[in-house]
């Protein structure tokens, strides 16, 4: 299967050209972005990999209700930006309606789940079931997911990334803390982020070097332990509530959709998207 990260891609794509090409953001642009993303997944792995799964993040999100800092950032970005954000978040749910009624993928979403939650329960899906998989993604932390079966594209690199140790690379990772998410390293407290002026505490090289390869993690000091809890429980994505990892799971195995071409074509030619209408058939 595939399984794209659906609003992280779409929105990475509309960061590049709107960057790179001083791209205006309209309703036009929005849904020839995100749908020119999905088209060109397809395209290029339904061969090898079969089902697109367009993996969404529901509006709610239990990480934040867990830990509060968690992607601040981000959201003090937005809300600071010129970018219409609520245009683009508008024409994201749009475009995940339409792709129910007429396009041949499953759209797959859960009650208070980030994208990241469906995307790792179904790769830990795949690999038990010897299913080769892709994540499209341009994330680092579905590296924890690599496995014989499941391999990661990035589109930002146009090239696969394939970690031969992900139990080492997700160590790292929660140590570190993820700065993009708001999740400061071990030796940092919670609000590290959003507080103005402050800075995280080092780590350093031969901290990791002794401290990743200790499955014990009797080598690291105890004063750190209940933040590396804490980063464990954010990064982890075994750490996700088992209700969304069943959800995930029953929503790909009931689920099941066939292309509609007239509705696709009804769709591209109302909204005028004449250049994805010519390729329709790469969505099929």
């Known amino acids: 299967m595939i399984l794209l990260d659906y609003s992280a891609v779409a929105i990475a794509n509309m960061m590049v050209a709107i960057r790179i090409d001083n791209e205006q953001v309209s309703m036009q642009f929005a849904l020839h972005m995100i749908l020119n993303s999905i088209r060109r997944a397809n395209k290029q792995f339904k061969s090898e990999f079969g089902t697109m799964v367009i993996c969404c993040d529901d509006k709610r999100n239990w990480r934040r209700k867990t830990f509060q800092p968690y992607k601040y950032k981000r959201r003090k970005d937005k809300e600071e930006s010129e970018i219409d954000w609520d245009l683009i978040n508008e024409c994201l749910d749009f475009v995940k309606k339409e792709l129910k009624k007429g396009f041949p993928y499953l759209v797959v979403q859960v009650e208070e789940a980030e994208a990241d939650d469906i995307i790792g329960a179904l790769a830990r899906y795949a690999t038990a079931n010897k299913k080769p998989s892709v994540v499209v993604s341009n994330d680092k932390d579905f590296v924890q997911l690599h496995s014989d079966f499941v391999c990661q594209w990035r589109p930002c690199e146009k090239a ?80 996700t509530p088992n209700d969304i990892k069943e959800s995930a799971v029953m929503q790909f195995i009931d689920g099941r959709q066939k292309a509609n071409k007239p509705a696709m074509t009804k769709f591209f030619m109302k909204n005028k998207l004449r250049y994805l209408h010519e390729r329709i058939n790469d969505f099929i």
């Open 160 to 239: 696969y990334v394939r970690n031969p140790d992900p139990k080492s690379f997700l160590k790292k990772l929660i140590i570190k803390g993820d700065k993009d998410d708001g999740v400061p390293n071990i030796k940092s407290p919670d609000e590290i982020f959003m507080t103005e002026g402050k800075r995280q505490k080092s780590i350093f090289q031969k901290e990791l070097d002794v401290w990743i390869p200790d499955d014990d993690n009797a080598s690291i000091p105890s004063e750190f332990m209940d933040n590396y809890y804490r980063n464990k429980r954010m990064i982890d994505l075994t750490f």
